[in-house]
């Protein structure tokens, strides 16, 4: 379908060129940080305490939100989106994620307006970053592993405008006690009237305070209650999981994985990639009514094994029918020296043409959203976004090459033993 055909773009429009549903109904909640954000696109920003502590409701109505929405309201393209900016910009006919964010609230369309007292549909809350694992696009600020690898022996990058690798904002495992005690207030007052919470990190299922706040509710029927698992846990945190899964309307797990077999586990330093399978279908059998959504996120390290991710989808689709959901892809844009988009056109030609061969294959076993995000991926690897930092390519290519050093030292598998010897040429070419 074109994007100018699609129902939903169209009731977009006779708002704005630049409307989006997701900075009003979604929440990104990052209490061990005090920040904020209405997709995981733009970079979060300060939720001013201040004005939390008399209203809860800030914690989602920041002033920096309020003047994004009176932004798209009055058809100015807020910078922060640049990722739908781009995809739009690049393609005429591709669907960005503000459409498909807004597929989902699309009779709210008309009414929506600049609200302080607004309560979003989906919140998803990160209370630490407890984390066994050290994902490449990741930092110590989310992960507790990269913390403590950070702190021990920190790396200096050119292009780490926000030093990620070189500094570590909090200490592994805690939280902000006074925006944890917020939300803890804030919860009860919005309960009946959210649709849904999901929980992050970091890893969840490690993070003893979210574990005090999933075993202090009594009950959230209206509640759907989704989990962001790196699903690379001792199987019984799952059991336990599913032993609170009564309190909440229904229960659904987001497994967070961005490759297969090895190049999963070289991409997501610290998975187990066999425990992740035993654990997804362990959870899956205990229930009928036990949802798995694969979810990942592509950069420069697993777009070499994309399709495989998509056939995993397929193999459990196909053994367990309607309990699993669409899969989700995202794609990075920070750190930018991870983005596809550094790859040399003779490597990104061949995985277009890869890509395009699966996809012609298999395209009829995908749902109709999981063709938009496979097209999505597709349309980034081949339209090669400028930087948005306007980094030149040399540059990144150098961070790449240092980060990636830095990074082998610490995985089981080297990346000469797993990618294309065209990869691993060229990245010894950056030396």
Not at 12 to 18: G, I, Y
Not at 305 to 315: G, K, P, S, V
Request: with cysteine.
């Amino acid at each position: 379908m074109k994007r100018s055909e699609h129902p939903v773009y169209k009731k977009l429009k006779k708002r704005s060129d630049f409307f989006c549903t997701a900075k009003w109904n979604e929440l990104y909640l990052y209490l061990n940080h005090g920040l904020s954000n209405s997709c995981h696109h733009p970079i979060p920003h300060n939720i001013p305490l201040d004005l939390a502590k008399k209203d809860p409701r800030v914690l989602h109505n920041t002033p920096h939100k309020l003047a994004q929405q009176e932004k798209m309201v009055k058809g100015i393209r807020p910078t922060e989106c640049h990722m739908c900016w781009h995809i739009e910009d690049s393609d005429e006919n591709a669907i960005s994620d503000r459409i498909l964010k807004s597929v989902s609230s699309q009779d709210d369309i008309e009414k929506l307006i600049p609200d302080p007292a607004y309560i979003p549909k989906f919140i998803e809350v990160v209370f630490d970053n407890t984390c066994n694992l050290s994902c490449s696009y990741c930092d110590g600020g989310q992960s507790s592993t990269w913390a403590n690898r950070i702190r021990k022996n920190p790396l200096h990058l050119d292009t780490d405008y926000r030093q990620l690798y070189s500094n570590v904002p909090i200490k592994p495992g805690s939280t902000i006690s006074e925006y944890n005690d917020i939300w803890l207030k804030w919860f009860p007052q919005i309960k009946d009237k959210l649709e849904t919470i999901k929980l992050s990190g970091g890893e969840p299922l490690l993070s003893q305070n979210c574990w005090k706040f999933i075993e202090s509710i009594d009950d959230a029927s209206n509640v759907s209650l989704s989990v962001n698992s790196n699903m690379s846990v001792k199987t019984s945190l799952v059991q336990r999981l599913l032993d609170n899964a009564n309190k909440f309307k229904s229960l659904s797990v987001s497994a967070s994985v961005d490759a297969t077999g090895k190049i999963a586990e070289y991409a997501r330093q610290g998975l187990d990639y066999d425990l992740f399978l035993k654990n997804c279908h362990y959870y899956l059998q205990q229930g009928k009514k036990n949802i798995l959504k694969l979810q990942g996120t592509i950069n420069i390290l697993n777009i070499f094994n994309f399709t495989e991710l998509f056939d995993l989808r397929i193999e459990l689709r196909e053994q367990y029918n309607d309990q699993i959901e669409d899969l989700y892809i995202t794609v990075v844009r920070h750190p930018e020296f991870q983005s596809i988009n550094i790859l040399p056109d003779s490597i990104r030609d061949v995985l277009i043409l890869e890509i395009e061969d699966w996809h012609r294959a298999k395209c009829h076993l995908l749902s109709d959203k999981e063709n938009v995000y496979f097209n999505k991926v597709l349309s980034y690897v081949k339209t090669k976004p400028k930087s948005l930092k306007n980094h030149d390519v040399n540059t990144l290519e150098k961070d790449f090459s240092t980060f990636l050093h830095y990074y082998d030292k610490n995985s089981k598998n080297s990346y000469k033993q797993l990618y294309p010897d065209s990869f691993v040429k060229w990245v010894e070419s950056l030396k």
